[in-house]
């Protein structure tokens, strides 16, 4: 089964504070791409940071990170120095590849308040 | 960057009327397009993938006669939902796939969506 699982429906975190959002997934394919994407208000989504399966790394972006186990299908989001501004829902993805095309599969999305 | 619009951000139609959704990629082509639908507070559930000068490809349960998708471009794809009703109310988003940008994956765009109601 194609499935992400988010499993804090709303998180909260005090301005220039750290917090972690978790995301597990199931997939039997070796090579996929990571993702979470940002949802502001505006519901405008934009990508905050991607992850490549095959990367034992873990991306960076600024105050963005990721604690990406593939073994344990685990891809939790750090942000550092949390700003008013990163209130939004977050919602994990990965990449399928169905019939020889490629799609994405999201997780129902944890909504982040930040607290002045 | 790339940027991708949609067309209306917001409609409100009659029951059993039909309308038009327009998905463009503004400064690139694409030859994939994506249509997801976004009911409140919930994720985005992927409708159908379309691909330029051939039929798009539907999602299990999404009904094909009710959500007809036309990418008749490289620039443009579009949602028609016919006869619509009150549970077509939703957010509908598209996104369109940047070929050629990325090593390996090509990148999504995503539209700002548009806001469907039926009365």
């Known amino acids: 089964a194609q499935t992400v699982t988010q499993s804090q429906p709303e998180m909260s975190v005090q301005e220039a504070e750290t917090v972690t959002l978790s995301c597990t997934y199931d997939?039997?394919?070796?090579?996929?791409?990571l993702f979470w994407y940002k949802q502001p208000p505006s519901r405008q989504m934009i990508l905050v940071i991607r992850?490549?399966?095959?990367?034992?790394q873990n991306a960076t972006e600024n105050r963005f990170s990721v604690n990406f186990q593939k073994a344990a299908k685990s891809f939790s989001l750090k942000i550092s120095d949390s700003q008013l501004g990163d209130a939004a829902m977050y919602f994990c993805a990965y990449t399928v590849t169905q019939g020889g095309s490629e799609k994405l599969v999201f997780g129902k999305g944890t909504k982040l308040t930040v607290n002045p | 960057g790339a940027v991708v619009s949609q067309h209306p951000s917001r409609v409100i139609c009659k029951s059993g009327t039909s309308v038009k959704i327009e998905c463009r990629s503004l400064d690139f082509q694409a030859t994939t397009m994506f249509w997801y639908r976004q009911f409140p507070k919930q994720s985005l559930m992927l409708m159908a993938t379309?691909?330029?000068?051939?039929?798009?490809?539907?999602e299990q349960g999404v009904e094909k006669d009710k959500f007809l998708i036309n990418h008749a471009s490289l620039t443009l794809s579009t949602l028609t939902v016919t006869s619509a009703h009150p549970e077509d109310s939703s957010f509908y988003i598209c996104?369109?796939?940047?070929?050629?940008?990325?090593?390996?994956?090509?990148?999504?765009?995503f539209g700002p969506g548009t806001r469907l109601t039926v009365t």
């Open positions: 997939t039997s394919e070796s090579d996929y791409y």
């Open positions: 379309s691909n330029e000068g051939s039929k798009a490809t539907y």
């Open positions: 996104s369109a796939r940047h070929t050629g940008t990325g090593v390996l994956w090509d990148e999504q765009y």
């Open positions: 992850q490549e399966a095959y990367k034992q």
